[in-house]
């Protein structure tokens, strides 16, 4: 009698997706396994063809022969194509449930995790130093490997021995019913293996407290919030597993003087009404620790700001560098003289030389009269 169609048999389209095999053939296989149809022929007939189906169907390149050539693409398959690998008839209906739930999430038998944690410390710097770079030593408790046992755990001439209770794979697993519960061993916590003589040091754990100083190399054009990574100097494995890592998280410190967008630098500077009226030069510092000549034009304002090409901060591992933005602040004079008040009572008797007031109240005297 000639085999039915894999994809018929399923009741799934020739397009489904793998999820949809999954879904379909599990069906199938709770609906016709012998475990729950005991002496039901047609049954085991139909969970066999099922678990054909489903074992060529899962399988990309058995199901690209299949589609092309049919049944014929496993004629000369030894065992017929079927009992090598797939659910054959002498599984317990558990097992199917053990595949198919590794298949969705991704394997399951999996010993516990070793690594150590990884760590995070904040440092703060100046933004000088966020400018120039800076090579900082910071102080931090963290686990490390025990020098005692090399990090097993296991006192000297002993070793680690496989667990009995699951076998060392870290899992066991209880039935319940039909279905198969997994769980991590609580002999050896997931470990797969158990310490019968402790290391005395670090009892058992492999990893002991210690009080390291490391060197850390702050890169120039920081920024809040930047991470720098010291790969493996994190928390020590347990047991010998890999160590995690250690992130520095940068804040830099507020400036008195200078404040940053990008890798521009704001500054505001004050500037004598004299300079502001006639032109001329002043110095302005700048984040390298130099003073720096900026002209500024007759008649400035106060709030216009000057841009000083390259005095910024340099790109973070980029090599370009911002500039600094100069807002000035037009100086009042205080405490005036007798003959500087004559001075300046006699230069505003002159004549109009504040255009930008004179042309604000006409506006005002223009509104008023609208109204």
Same mark, same amino acid.
């Given at each position: 009698?000639? =085999? ?9 389209? =020739?397009?489904?997706?793998?999820? +949809? ?28 063809? +099922? ?10 390149? =058995? ?56 760590? *995070? ?26 020098? /005692?046992?090399?990090? &097993? ?33 609580? +002999? ?7 310490? &019968? ?5 670090? *009892? ?8 390291? %100083?490391?060197?850390?190399?702050? $890169? ?8 720098? /990574? ?8 347990? /047991? ?13 410190? $507020? ?18 009404? %004299? ?9 302005? $510092?700048?984040?390298?620790? =130099?003073?720096? *000549? ?64 004179? &042309?604000?109240?006409? /506006?005002?005297? *223009? ?5």
């Amino acid at each position: 009698m000639s =085999k039915r169609d894999f994809y018929e048999t399923l009741g799934v389209s =020739k397009d489904a997706d793998e999820k +949809a095999l999954k879904v379909a053939y599990r069906k199938l296989a709770m609906e016709n396994h012998p475990d729950r149809n005991p002496d039901n022929e047609a049954a085991a007939d139909r969970f066999r063809e +099922a678990s054909e189906a489903y074992d060529v169907l899962k399988d990309p390149q =058995k199901r690209a022969a299949y589609d092309r050539m049919g049944h014929a693409a496993f004629d000369n398959a030894a065992g017929g194509g079927f009992g090598g690998g797939g659910f054959g008839g002498g599984g317990g209906f558990s097992d199917i449930f053990d595949q198919m739930f590794s298949e969705f999430s991704g394997g399951g038998r999996q010993q516990a995790d070793t690594s150590g944690n990884d760590l *995070r410390y904040d440092m703060s710097i100046s933004l000088e130093d966020a400018f120039s770079g800076v090579q900082r030593d910071i102080s931090i408790h963290v686990p490390v490997s025990c020098d /005692r046992c090399s990090g &097993s755990g296991a006192a000297e001439g002993s070793k680690p021995s496989t667990c009995g209770t699951c076998g060392g794979s870290g899992r066991v697993r209880a039935q319940q019913g039909f279905f198969a519960v997994e769980r991590t061993c609580n +002999a050896c916590q997931g470990m797969g293996q158990v310490i &019968s003589n402790p290391c005395s040091t670090c *009892r058992g754990d492999g990893r002991v407290q210690q009080q390291k %100083t490391l060197a850390v190399s702050v $890169p120039a054009g920081v920024d809040n919030g930047t991470r720098i /990574r010291l790969t493996g100097k994190g928390e020590a494995g347990s /047991r010998g597993g890999a160590a995690g890592d250690l992130y520095i998280f940068i804040n830099i410190s $507020p400036h008195p003087i200078f404040s940053r967008d990008g890798t521009n630098v704001m500054a505001k500077i004050p500037v004598p009404m %004299t300079v502001a009226a006639l032109g001329g030069t002043i110095d302005v $510092p700048t984040l390298a620790g =130099k003073m720096a *000549r900026l002209t500024i034009d007759a008649g400035t304002q106060s709030g216009r700001r000057f841009r000083m090409r390259g005095k910024g901060m340099p790109a973070l591992r980029r090599g370009n560098t911002g500039d600094q933005i100069v807002e000035v602040q037009i100086e009042t004079p205080t405490n005036l003289t007798k003959k500087q008040k004559e001075l300046l009572t006699a230069f505003s008797k002159a004549g109009e030389t504040s255009p930008e007031s004179a &042309s604000f109240m006409e /506006r005002v005297k *223009r509104i008023w009269a609208e109204d």
